[in-house]
C-alpha cells in the first residue's frame, strides 16, 4: 500500500536559521506530492505542489521542496525561519486509485526558538 | 461563504450516541471530502462527494458512518452509536472541481467520546 512517512516528529529551529522537513514517499514512479500546512486551529494550507517538471518548485510563505525520484523524497525547505513558521507539516502524496485521494504523512511539529 | 466552515468546532459525547457533523464547503466548489485525524497520525480519507454523488466511500471506517451531501453545498457526517476509538478531529474541504486540484480545509471538529 501506499505511504508517506515523515521521520521527526518534532523540530526545533532558532528563530532566522534554516530548515529542512523530510518526507518519503512508497511509490516508486513519479507521483504528485504536496505539503500542507497546519497553524493551531486553523485548516490546513497549501504550501506547494509537484506534478512534473523542474524538481525544485517554489511555494508560499517562501517555502520550496524538492523532488528527488533515485530517493522517493520530497524534503521542505526554507532559507530563514520566522516565529509564525511554528505548525504542523504535513507531506502528501495522490493515491494511485484515483484522481482526488491524498494519502498523508503524520506530520511533523515545528516550533521555533526566540 | 470566504472558507470552509465546519460545526460544531468541538463535540464531546458519550459512548453509544449519535453525533452529526456539518461541513459548509466554499461556495461553487463541487468537490467536497471528509478526512480524520487521530492523535499522532496523519490524517485518513473518509469520503469523497462529487456535487450531491459519493463515488468513493471506501474511507469509511465501519457501518457506522455515513455521509449525504445536499443542494451541492452543505455535508453531514454522521456517527452512531459512537465509540472511544472515533475520537478524532474531523475536517472537511472542498476543491472547486475535484482531481488533483488544492484543497481548501475547515478548522475541523474535535470530536471526544467519553
Known amino acids: 500500500a501506499q505511504s508517506v512517512t515523515q521521520p521527526d516528529i518534532h523540530i526545533t529551529v532558532s528563530e532566522g536559521a534554516s530548515l529542512e522537513l523530510r518526507c518519503n514517499y512508497s511509490?516508486?514512479?513519479?507521483?504528485?506530492l504536496f505539503w500542507y500546512v497546519q497553524s493551531p486551529g486553523q485548516g490546513l494550507q497549501l504550501l506547494l505542489k509537484?506534478?512534473?517538471?523542474?524538481?525544485l518548485v517554489q511555494g508560499i510563505k517562501g517555502f520550496e521542496a524538492e523532488f528527488k525520484r533515485s530517493q522517493s523524497s520530497f524534503n521542505l525547505r526554507k532559507p530563514s525561519v520566522h516565529w509564525s513558521d511554528a505548525a504542523e507539516y504535513f507531506c502528501?502524496?495522490?493515491?494511485?486509485?484515483?484522481?482526488?485521494?491524498?494519502?498523508f504523512g503524520s506530520g511533523t511539529r515545528l516550533l521555533v526558538r526566540p | 461563504g470566504a472558507g470552509v466552515s465546519q460545526s460544531p468546532s468541538n463535540k464531546v459525547t458519550e459512548k453509544g450516541k449519535d453525533v452529526e457533523l456539518r461541513c459548509d464547503p466554499i461556495?461553487?466548489?463541487?468537490?467536497l471530502y471528509w478526512y480524520r485525524q487521530s492523535l499522532g497520525q496523519g490524517l485518513e480519507f473518509l469520503i469523497y462527494f462529487q456535487g450531491n454523488s459519493a463515488p468513493d466511500k471506501s474511507g469509511l471506517p465501519s457501518d457506522r458512518f455515513s455521509a449525504e451531501r445536499t443542494g451541492g453545498s452543505v455535508s453531514t457526517l454522521t456517527i452512531q452509536r459512537t465509540q472511544q476509538e472515533d475520537s478524532a478531529v474531523y475536517l472537511c474541504?472542498?476543491?472547486?472541481?475535484?482531481?488533483?486540484?488544492?484543497?481548501?480545509f475547515g478548522s475541523g471538529t474535535q470530536l471526544s467520546v467519553l
Open positions: 509537484y506534478f512534473s517538471g523542474d524538481t
Open positions: 511509490y516508486g514512479a513519479t507521483p504528485y
Open positions: 502528501a502524496v495522490g493515491a494511485l486509485d484515483s484522481s482526488y485521494k491524498l494519502i
Open positions: 474541504a472542498s476543491s472547486y472541481t475535484g482531481g488533483r486540484e488544492k484543497l481548501f
Open positions: 461556495s461553487g466548489h463541487t468537490a
